[in-house]
């Protein structure tokens, strides 16, 4: 599996940017998909993520602001970003847990985009 974010760039507080995460196939049998951001200094977190069953779950400092969406036919998913805040100044990060099976044994297997950077100017 291989994902390829863009969208990222600078913006002024207040504003909006939507980021695109290209999968090289079909997102429909991931187990998770979703979004994460690091900033300078600081520890990768969890931003949005779309699990199976159709399960959404945001960090509580975007809730309400961001939303994660897919398009199947693309193989995309999407982090639309409003009423951005320097504090969401950040990289972003694409990643896909797949499940894979041998024997009786499962495994989750991670893959992980390049990144995109979101700078959010006060």
């Known amino acids: 599996v291989q994902l390829q974010a863009s969208g990222g760039g600078l913006v002024q507080a207040g504003g909006s940017l939507r980021l695109s995460c290209a999968a090289s196939?079909?997102?429909?049998?991931?187990?998770?998909i979703g979004w994460y951001r690091q900033a300078p200094g600081k520890q990768r977190e969890l931003v949005a993520n779309?699990?199976?069953?159709?399960?959404?779950d945001y960090s509580a400092s975007v809730a309400g602001r961001f939303a994660i969406s897919r398009d199947n036919a693309k193989n995309t998913v999407y982090l639309q970003m409003n009423s951005l805040k320097p504090e969401d100044t950040a990289v972003y990060y694409c990643k896909a847990v797949v499940e894979s099976h041998k024997g009786w044994t499962r495994y989750n297997n991670d893959y992980w985009g390049q990144g995109t950077q979101v700078t959010v100017s006060s």
């Open positions: 196939e079909s997102t429909f049998h991931f187990k998770d």
């Open positions: 779309l699990g199976s069953g159709g399960r959404v």
